[in-house]
Antibody, heavy 114, light 107 residues
Framework: EVQLVESGGGLVHPGGSLRLSCAAS????????MNWVRQAPGKGLEWISY????????YHADSVKGRFTISRDNANNLLFLQMDSLRDEDTALYYC???????WGQGTLVTVSS | EIVLTQSPATLSLSPGERATLSCRAS??????LAWYQQKPGQAPRLLIH???NRATGTPARFSGSGSGTDFTLTISSLEPEDFAIYYC?????????FGPGTKVDIK
């Protein structure tokens, strides 16, 4: 059974940093690209980051470019999102999702507030 | 960036009725369009990929059609569990984008 479990969310002040993790199991993690998608409270879905399975290709949404960095550890089946220079508008539930968005975690909540 | 517009914003229907949801792209996305269902407190669920292909486990009452800029998700006969928010997503160009969603609620 495919499982994605996000962690690392919490309350952070504007300008602060957080590192989100997504632990994957039940599939060959290293063979699949991965994504991060976020959802602000009561709002729609926003794709924010993509990383390829092994060659390091990454894409980020303009809203997070230069502040967020996606990475992965294929040996330990982990996906990461390093979030720096956080803003109020980054407050959201952050989901990791597989390459085709066919599997999603349950999300980890990031709250940016002073 | 490709902008997706969904209509209507809200669709009020009764169980057993047919639901027709629209998604329009600001430029062609070929057939690289997906549909998702999201219920309160849950992660989104992939229903349709590549415009018309049902994802594993998607019931046959869900169907997708369209190409280019105009797409439709049809639910042939609404079941009680189908009342939810539906999002379209284009996978043609970076950045990937989602539509604002259509809420299907009980009339």
């Amino acid at each position: 059974e495919v499982q994605l479990v996000e962690s690392g969310g919490g309350l952070v002040h504007p300008g602060g940093s957080l590192r989100l993790s997504c632990a994957a199991s039940g599939f060959t993690f290293g063979g699949y690209a991965m994504n991060w998608v976020r959802q602000a409270p009561g709002k729609g879905l926003e794709w924010i980051s993509y990383i390829s399975s092994s060659d390091g290709t990454m894409y980020h949404a303009d809203s997070v470019k230069g502040r967020f960095t996606i990475s992965r550890d294929n040996a330990n089946n982990l996906l990461f999102l390093q979030m720096d220079s956080l803003r109020d508008e980054d407050t959201a539930l952050y989901y990791c999702a597989t390459q085709g968005f066919d599997f999603w975690g349950q999300g980890t909540l990031v709250t940016v507030s002073s | 960036e490709i902008v997706l517009t969904q209509s209507p914003a809200t669709l009020s229907l009764s169980p057993g009725e047919r639901a027709t949801l629209s998604c329009r792209a600001s430029q062609s996305v070929s057939s690289y369009l997906a549909w998702y269902q999201q219920k309160p407190g849950q992660a989104p669920r992939l229903l349709i990929h590549d415009a018309s292909n049902r994802a594993t486990g998607t019931p046959a009452r869900f169907s997708g059609s369209g190409s280019g800029t105009d797409f439709t998700l049809t639910i042939s006969s609404l079941e009680p569990e189908d009342f939810a928010i539906y999002y379209c997503q284009q996978r043609s160009n970076w950045p990937l984008t989602f539509g604002p969603g259509t809420k299907v609620d009980i009339k």
